[in-house]
Antibody, heavy 111, light 107 residues
Framework: QVQLTESGPGLVHPSETLSLTCTVS????????VYWVRQPSGKGLEWMGR???????SYNSALKSRLSISRDTSKNQVFLKMNSLQTDDTGTYYC?????WGQGVMVTVSS | DIQMTQSPASLSASLEEIVTITCKAS??????LSWYQQKPGKSPQLLIY???SLADGVPSRFSGSRSGTQYSLKISRPQVDDSGIYYC?????????FGSGTKLEIK
């Protein structure tokens, strides 16, 4: 069945780079787009960006200067890298195929 | 960017009521509209996709509809377990945009 699993560090220091991996199973990355969404604690959902099935990417304009999404289709993985992290980047980060979501990974930005 | 205006922000309902949550899109989105339920500490769970299609395993008391650019989620005779936060999402164009959420309490 379709599964998405996020992984990455739980703690990142201010000004450092966040690197997250979304490992998928049950479908091919060349057939479906995968999205990254984040949620500050106690707040709503924010779309971050998309890795399209054909390899094209789209980004939230508010994050575009700091964000990069890539993939390795041979490993069934989609990657998120975001630099210059600040405390308001703290929250839960999800990868999703819209109808299916990962369990999320909590990221805390703190010194 | 397409704005999704969701209302109400919070809602308390009894087991016998019909609950309606709405999302108004700032422009046409061709029914690329999903509804999710989120419970504390959990990821969003899909309820409705393509505005009116019920996701697998979702009880039939949930339904979706559209009138113009306003989309609605209806819960008929809600259960206590339906308490949570509900979000709409438009996936018609990037940036994808979510509604601000509706916190639902079933008494």
């Amino acid at each position: 069945q379709v599964q998405l699993t996020e992984s990455g560090p739980g703690l990142v220091h201010p000004s450092e780079t966040l690197s997250l991996t979304c490992t998928v199973s049950g479908f091919s990355l060349t057939g479906y787009s995968v999205y990254w969404v984040r949620q500050p604690s106690g707040k709503g959902l924010e779309w971050m960006g998309r890795m399209r099935y054909n390899g094209d990417t789209s980004y939230n304009s508010a994050l575009k200067s700091r964000l990069s999404i890539s993939r390795d289709t041979s490993k069934n993985q989609v990657f998120l890298k975001m630099n210059s992290l600040q405390t308001d980047d703290t929250g839960t980060y999800y990868c999703t195929r819209i109808e299916h979501w990962g369990q999320g990974v909590m990221v805390t930005v703190s010194s | 960017d397409i704005q999704m205006t969701q209302s109400p922000a919070s809602l308390s309902a009894s087991l016998e009521e019909i609950v309606t949550i709405t999302c108004k899109a700032s422009q046409g989105i061709d029914d690329y509209l999903s509804w999710y339920q989120q419970k504390p500490g959990k990821s969003p769970q899909l309820l409705i996709y393509d505005a009116t299609s019920l996701a697998d395993g979702v009880p039939s008391r949930f339904s979706g509809s559209r009138s113009g650019t306003q989309y609605s989620l209806k819960i008929s005779r809600p259960q206590v377990d339906d308490s949570g936060i509900y979000y709409c999402l438009q996936s018609y164009s990037t940036p994808l945009t979510f509604g601000s959420g509706t916190k639902l309490e079933i008494k």
